[in-house]
């Protein structure tokens, strides 16, 4: 039965991230991102990591996209607006990124594939704050570090976004 839910969540949780990219319409890409939120929160129930799975909820399908469409609808976005798909030089590099990026994914997975884990860890300790924070600042530091500076530069990128919008 927990093989059958992971899986579930897991292909939801895929179609929520092809929805985000592949929706013409900001808010049905955001709504698509609520279907990945959860999904992911089910996948962590699904791992008995309630923490993680009411942390996902209440901060990301939560706080986040509701921020996201409030953003959106401020904006007004209209479809005619919206830039079409060119392939110039920035295309281009955008095109390459993505391809590091998928090829990088890719090595993870393969990588992740070929990692022995623990077949029982102890339930008590899969999912609780202390545990998280051990693992997160010890274990996956450099990791953190690296989706802290993603994040920053998303940011930053959001904003030169706007502000260029507004001139």
Known sequence: ?????????????????????????????????VLNFFSLAGLYLSL?????????????????????????MLLNLQPESLPRLRLDLTGLLA???GAGLLMG???????FARTAFERNPEPSSVGTVD?????LFSTYL???ELVALLLLVAMIGAVMLAKRRFK
Do not use: C, D, H, K
């Open 1 to 33: 039965m927990q093989a059958i839910l992971f899986s579930l969540f897991g292909a939801l949780a895929i179609a929520g991230a092809v929805g985000v990219i592949a929706a013409r319409n900001p808010v049905y890409s955001a709504l698509s991102l």
């Open 48 to 72: 008995e990591a309630q923490f993680l799975a009411v942390a996902q909820v209440i901060v990301y399908a939560g706080a986040i996209v509701v921020l996201f469409l409030f953003v959106i």
């Open 95 to 97: 095109l390459l990124l």
């Open 131 to 135: 545990s998280l924070g051990r693992t």
């Open 142 to 144: 450099v990791g953190f």
């Open 105 to 111: 994914i890719g090595a993870g997975l393969w990588a």
